[in-house]
């Protein structure tokens, strides 16, 4: 990627409701879509309860912006994050935010970064209220990220083992399993099909691109990595229902997959 080309954004995190340890993770994810420019952490930061954040902050050159609780049951913390992503906004500086939390009180601030057109990118839990997970471009689970990182360092880890030892073959059972639930998920297959039928062309075969821009578009939390697949195409080509099929690209002289839905399934 030139260099020109990367997406500056404004990574802001709640600290109430997001975790010190999940930072790593999140940073890794981050790089993924731009650099981002600016990092603040908003909290209480007299409270022992955020005492965890200190180390991360540092390591990770995070501003604290402390926030006080002046009055019991009110979040000024929320105030004070909302405050500053619109100061931010209006610096023209940003092609988008990362917004760290499980609070659905950001909806109506990731909804208003939108409609100025800007990138809205939540990462929070899975209860994290759909309201705000819809409100955003992309909503990443931090237990997924996670996940993908504790994969990470075991693979590292394997990869130092000498060389005399045997790896350990996959628990067979345990794949099965985890194909056949993905392969009986009915609202995955649902979601699927409404895309399919959405960017299907004439002849009823629809270009994977296509259907994964659907379903990102109606699902801002969908994520093939929450299905245990690293990407779209590889969840796709597990799933019994679906047929595919690779097709050449006169422009480009390349090929792109095309999919539909199996006849009997349909």
């Not at 906004?89 to 939390?101: A, I, R």
Request: aromatic fraction near 10%.
């Amino acid at each position: 990627m030139n260099i020109t080309e990367i997406k500056r954004f404004a990574l802001l995190i709640d600290a109430d409701n997001a975790q010190a340890k999940a930072i790593d993770a999140i940073l890794t994810e981050a790089a993924r879509y731009g650099d981002a420019t600016s990092r603040r952490c908003y909290g209480d930061w007299t409270n022992a309860q955020l005492s965890s954040w200190k180390n991360v902050l540092n390591k990770h050159a995070i501003q604290p912006i402390q926030q006080f609780g002046y009055t019991s049951g009110k979040n000024a913390t929320d105030s004070a994050l909302i405050i500053d992503a619109m100061d931010l906004l209006y610096t023209d500086k940003f092609n988008g935010f990362f917004l760290v939390s499980s609070d659905s009180d950001f909806t109506k601030l990731a909804t208003r970064l939108r409609e100025a057109g800007l990138e809205v990118i939540g990462i929070g839990k899975r209860s994290t209220p759909e309201a705000f997970r819809s409100a955003c471009n992309k909503f990443i689970f931090t237990e997924t990220i996670m996940d993908d990182a504790i994969e990470s360092d075991e693979s590292k880890q394997n990869k130092n083992h000498s060389s005399n030892i045997s790896p350990v073959s996959p628990d067979k059972s345990i794949l099965d399993k985890t194909s056949y639930e993905v392969s009986n998920d009915n609202n995955l297959k649902n979601l699927i099909k409404e895309a399919v039928d959405s960017a299907s062309e004439e002849d009823g075969w629809a270009n994977l691109g296509g259907v994964g821009s659907y379903i990102n578009r109606v699902d801002s939390s969908f994520d093939p990595r929450n299905y245990g697949f690293s990407k779209f195409s590889k969840l796709i080509k597990s799933l019994p229902y679906i047929e595919s099929k690779d097709r050449k690209n006169s422009e480009s002289g390349g090929s792109n997959t095309y999919i539909k839905l199996k006849d009997s399934n349909a």
